[in-house]
């Protein structure tokens, strides 16, 4: 099945006519056949549709009355007008122009006017696997048979109970995936965050190894090294000399000292437009009252985190989401150009996404659910 698709225009080279390694890793796509969080949980209300696009791809994600999430292909059965226009009805998704209703497994469910003596049509769309985790709201746009082996990424650290705090961000990026990895793995931009110090301009990378699907990495540098941070990271619990990295395809992560975490999950929703979710977690102890020998109250260090998220994480993302929308347009302008760059971690990841790409998962995979299953009754 083939689903139409909003490409944006660009100038630079295709992957067929790219010449250097630079060049095809701005021409690749990510591959459909794994977990992407599209949205939180929390802006899907009971009853609510949502557009989400997955390279191009549009889709309809939508929770249903029994407060289960779905995804449905953008389009209704009849004359493709797009569903995220329409209405949830029960466990269905109407369509606003003559309101045939679409079941979670895509087919149509009801349709509310006169059937002139003939059946309702069995014309289907594709409906995709969903699940939620973490706050998120996850869907499986590739090959369906993988959506069981592969699982949403397990992030224990983040299960109840276990007494990390963590916040989670999103941001648009106006660039290619491939040009956030790069930036988020690639320390070498120190100079960008020189006001708030994420990470020192001495950052050395220790550690390179190039693994079947990831790339693992280290720096050694102070990290949180900024002055309101490092007054609240609790020195003796906490080591912040280096950092370890790995981006595993499609996923990035980095852990300090094993107390500070982070991922960053990225979907690539056209080619030069890249959404990301990051999540921050941060152990029990991480934090202390400035010059006190005092342990920080879990509830504290929540209102902390979130402060600091704030004040100091999303403005060091801001910065990023500017620099990479910058280069991207002048990538558009300059692809042509020589790219001098001298972190041998941006060869490493370039080939990853280069090696795991192939040009046939640019169109999703509708997993084509056989029965959708609605029960009367919320799940939660
Ligand atoms: S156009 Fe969607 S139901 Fe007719
Ligand atoms: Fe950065």
């Not at 790219?18 to 949205?39: F, I, K, M």
């Not at 779905?70 to 269905?92: F, T, Y």
């Amino acid at each position: 099945m083939t689903i139409e698709k909003s490409r944006a225009t660009r100038s630079a080279p295709s992957l067929d006519d790219a010449r250097t390694r630079h060049q095809r890793a701005r021409a690749v796509g990510l591959s459909p056949d794994y977990w992407y969080p599209v949205l939180r949980s929390r802006d899907l209300r009971a009853g609510k549709v949502r557009e989400v696009q997955f390279q191009g791809s549009s889709l309809a994600v939508y929770r249903g009355s029994d407060d289960k999430v779905r995804v449905l292909e953008n389009r209704c059965a009849h004359r493709q007008l797009k569903l995220s226009d329409g209405k949830v009805d029960g466990c269905a998704l109407r369509c606003m122009y003559h309101g045939w209703a679409h079941d979670g497994s895509g087919h149509i469910s009801d349709v509310p006017h006169d059937l002139f003596g003939r059946a309702i049509p069995r014309t289907k769309i594709g409906s995709f696997p969903a699940t939620e985790r973490y706050g998120l709201v996850w869907i499986f746009p590739g090959a369906p048979e993988l959506a069981l082996e592969r699982s949403v990424p397990d992030l224990v650290e983040l299960e109840p109970g276990n007494g990390w705090t963590h916040v989670v961000n999103s941001f648009v990026f106006d660039c290619h995936h491939s040009v956030l990895m790069e930036n988020v793995c690639d320390f070498s931009h120190a100079y960008l965050h020189r006001k708030f110090a994420p990470f020192g301009p001495d950052a050395k990378l220790t550690r390179l190894e190039r693994e079947t699907d990831r790339v693992l990495l280290a720096y050694q540098t102070k990290v949180a090294g900024g002055r309101v941070s490092s007054l609240f990271l609790n020195g003796p619990e906490v080591d912040t000399q280096a950092i370890e990295m790995a981006y595993e395809y499609p996923y990035q992560r980095t852990d300090t000292g094993g107390k500070i975490l982070e991922w960053c999950f990225p979907v690539p929703v056209n080619d030069t437009t890249t959404l990301a979710f990051f999540i921050f977690a941060f152990a029990p102890n991480t934090f202390r009252f400035p010059l006190l020998p005092i342990k920080m109250p879990s509830r504290l260090a929540d209102g902390l985190t979130r402060i600091g998220n704030v004040a100091g994480i999303r403005r060091v993302l801001e910065q990023d989401v500017r620099a990479v929308a910058l280069e991207q347009s002048a990538y558009e302008q300059h692809y042509a150009k020589p790219v001098p760059d001298l972190n041998p971690a941006v060869r490493e990841i370039q080939d990853l996404m280069i090696d795991k790409w192939q040009p046939a998962q640019l169109d999703v995979r509708p997993a084509h659910l056989a029965v959708d299953n609605c029960s009367p009754h919320p799940q939660r």
